[in-house]
């Protein structure tokens, strides 16, 4: 163990014992030099290797970034253990309430988790998809605020497809699904919802987790709506459970919805409903009228939806109201894309988080068979649209490295579509191109193999920025492709040189960008000029100094690096 008052790294002085567990211990520490705690876990070696975590465990936590994860800022190899610095929670474990509270406050309950299934569907869309394996009171952490935080990922997996089963069965008994510890098959995200279920039914009845039954049994006066969710949650079969946890969450949600009072109530209106639908039959108009009705509360309701995200004080009602939206009507485009452009790009950049959640409604299953985007190719028209938006978001705002990789796929899509206009399926279809020149431009400046040429490169780019992009799409496209020209020119003005493209043509086409951004854009509305000044502002001073990197590079000849950024 580590001696209370005792430096670490020169910097973590180790203030007292704030948890143990069976190979860790975790202490409070203060850095000094910044004034600020955190939590240090001692994991103790075994020949040389901790089982349950190693580096690439480590390694994996380090890369994981959510609001309701603590984060690892630091991992020191001390004598015969490893220290893991984290982020320090304060507030109690949730086992640490069920012990002084027993059963806790249903609202409370579901509030908690509704958050640990947006937490574990994080996990979930990490690439490869992260299993947690070991959901249950004492890791979960209650913050002051009334948050809650997910700890220990002692037992966290990467999920492998090509696996039949896990290589180490891990996770708690009681809480730990079938597959877990009976070796049945590879654990996977149904294996968090199951332990999530048990832990759930513990929280609300109090009852230890080797004790599952019907809620009901315990306390009649549960909603036998959220008796059935948890029901579902631990079937023995990971088939029969819910298959995401946003599928959960929603179910979460709406559990009155499952409760049989409301069924109940809701059969005798459905069965009104149909006394009048077949008296309208038998009018001769009863099919048409009972369609037209419900096409109109549907679409009502989705609208309502829209105009309550638009409304919205926080980005997290805002988001809510569009998933909404989509799980109300998962073929109509108008949420999607309006989730995509007017709510991740609001900063004009997509995160890999907002890309996650994005996935994340596109691949749940809103009536149980399908996947929302399933439905949404019922509506060609619509889903080429966003196939469009997306295949630009991906290509000119994702943050991660590899972005054109990720817009190839939709570029694609738009590019073969039979909907969009001509002038964006060119676009699309260029844009899939350049996607396969930059993996391709990066192996010829390492090996010097002609496989791309920079002339080539040079047709494309100006191809796209040719003619008035704000009339034939919009201020944002036209930015993002005048913008992506002039950056290249100021990267690999040298490369274009070398490869037969003039001094001339190159201030050809500064001078053309310069014209397109003093007319083209006054004949947009003033509240789209105003939302795009300062992006045009930069984008000229972008342009200048292009000017002055073409003219560099053309005096002092070729092989000089220096003149690339």
Same mark, same amino acid.
């Not at 409070?28 to 103790?44: S, T």
């Not at 459905?270 to 509360?297: D, H, K, P, S, Y």
């Given at each position: ?115 640990? @299934? ?114 579902? @949650? ?37 069965? @009104? ?293």
């Amino acid at each position: 163990m580590l001696r209370i008052g005792s430096v670490i790294d020169g910097k973590y002085k180790i203030l007292n014992v704030i948890g143990r567990g069976g190979m860790s211990v975790v202490y409070l520490a203060m850095n000094e030099r910044v004034n600020k705690q955190w939590a240090v876990k001692e994991v103790r070696k075994e020949g040389g290797r901790d089982l349950l975590m190693d580096q690439k465990e480590i390694e994996m936590m380090k890369k994981l970034k959510h609001p309701h994860l603590p984060s690892v800022v630091d991992v020191i190899e001390h004598r015969d253990c490893l220290l893991i610095v984290m982020d320090y929670i304060e507030g109690r474990s949730l086992q640490d309430l069920l012990a002084e509270q027993g059963a806790l406050p249903q609202e409370q309950v579901l509030s908690w988790a509704c958050q640990l @299934c947006e937490v574990l569907s994080y996990l979930h869309t990490r690439e490869p998809a992260i299993i947690y394996r070991d959901m249950k009171p004492a890791n979960v952490m209650l913050k002051p605020d009334g948050n809650i935080m997910l700890i220990d990922f002692g037992a966290a997996r990467e999920y492998k497809p090509r696996n039949l089963k896990d290589t180490v069965s891990l996770g708690t008994r009681g809480y730990a699904a079938p597959e877990q510890y009976e070796r049945t098959g590879q654990s996977d995200e149904r294996t968090d919802i199951y332990c999530l279920g048990v832990m759930l039914f513990q929280l609300l009845t109090g009852e230890s987790p080797h004790a599952l039954r019907p809620i009901g049994q315990i306390n009649p006066s549960f909603s036998s709506g959220l008796e059935a969710i948890i029901q579902k @949650c631990t079937q023995i079969k990971k088939e029969n459970r819910y298959q995401s946890c946003m599928e959960l969450k929603y179910a979460l949600e709406h559990y009155w919805e499952w409760d049989s009072a409301y069924r109940s109530k809701l059969k005798k209106s459905l069965l @009104c409903f149909l006394a009048l639908a077949v008296l309208t039959v038998l009018l001769g108009v009863g099919a048409v009228v009972f369609r037209g009705m419900e096409i109109r509360l549907k679409r009502h309701n989705y609208e309502a939806y829209l105009l309550a995200a638009g409304h919205a004080l926080t980005r997290e009602e805002e988001i809510e109201n569009y998933k909404k939206a989509v799980s109300l009507d998962p073929v109509r485009e108008e949420a999607y894309l309006a989730l995509l452009e007017d709510t991740f790009l609001e900063d004009q950049l997509l995160t890999r988080e907002e890309s996650a959640e994005l996935r994340a409604v596109l691949i749940d299953y809103g009536d149980g068979k399908r996947t929302n985007e399933e439905r949404f190719l019922e509506n060609p028209e619509g889903y080429d649209r966003f196939a469009y938006a997306a295949g630009l978001a991906y290509y000119y705002k994702f943050q991660e490295k590899g972005n054109k990789k990720y817009a190839k796929g939709y570029l694609e899509i738009a590019a073969r579509s039979e909907t969009l206009e001509e002038g964006r399926r060119e676009r699309a279809e260029r844009l899939s191109v350049i996607a396969d020149y930059y993996a391709r431009v990066g192996l010829l400046d390492e090996a010097g193999d002609a496989s791309v040429t920079y002339r080539d490169y040079w047709e494309d780019l100006t191809a796209l920025s040719a003619g008035n992009l704000v009339e034939a799409d919009n201020e944002r496209t036209a930015l993002v492709m005048y913008g992506e020209l002039v950056s290249q020119m100021v990267s690999r003005a040298v490369r274009f040189l070398e490869d037969g493209v003039s001094k001339e043509e190159m201030q050809a086409q500064l001078g053309l960008i310069r014209t397109h951004l003093d007319t083209d854009f006054q004949e947009a509305g003033e509240e789209s000029r105003r939302k795009v000044t300062e992006e045009i502002r930069k984008l000229q001073e972008q342009i200048g100094q292009a000017e002055k990197l073409v003219n560099s590079a053309c005096r002092k000849g070729e092989g000089e690096d220096g003149i690339i950024p």
